[in-house]
């Protein structure tokens, strides 16, 4: 069956760093877009960025710009996160979804797999 499996969520002070996973199993990754959305409590899940199936087309939300870096290795079935210089707005449960066939890169309902989330969460 279909799995996302994400990690390496966690508590990060502000300007701190870190790295999440999501591994992918149970449909052929190569052919799929990846994207990573988050959820902060009370508010809608957002797009935060994507990449297309070979990696050399990506978007990012202007509020992760310049600090936020998603990258595949499709031999390992598996898609990463950079995050770097976080920002208590960045505490959210960050999840990966999986798409065949994605045009609008920001909209949730294109993507037809979902992980389960992994919580981010930026405080002192």
């Known amino acids: 069956q279909v799995q996302l499996v994400e990690s390496g969520g966690g508590l990060v002070q502000p300007g701190g760093s870190l790295r999440l996973s999501c591994a992918a199993s149970?449909?052929?990754?190569?052919?799929?877009?990846m994207g990573w959305f988050r959820q902060a409590p009370g508010k809608k899940r957002e797009f935060v960025s994507g990449l297309n199936r070979s990696g050399d087309t990506i978007s990012y939300a202007d509020s992760v710009k310049g600090r936020f870096t998603i990258s595949r290795d499709n031999a390992k079935n598996t898609v990463y996160l950079q995050m770097n210089s976080l920002k208590p707005e960045d505490t959210a449960v960050y999840y990966c979804?999986?798409?065949?066939?994605?045009?609008?890169?920001?909209?949730?309902?294109?993507?037809?797999?979902w992980g389960q989330g992994t919580q981010v969460t930026v405080s002192s």
């Open positions: 149970g449909f052929t990754f190569s052919s799929y877009y």
């Open positions: 979804a999986a798409g065949s066939q994605v045009l609008g890169v920001t909209n949730s309902g294109e993507y037809d797999y």
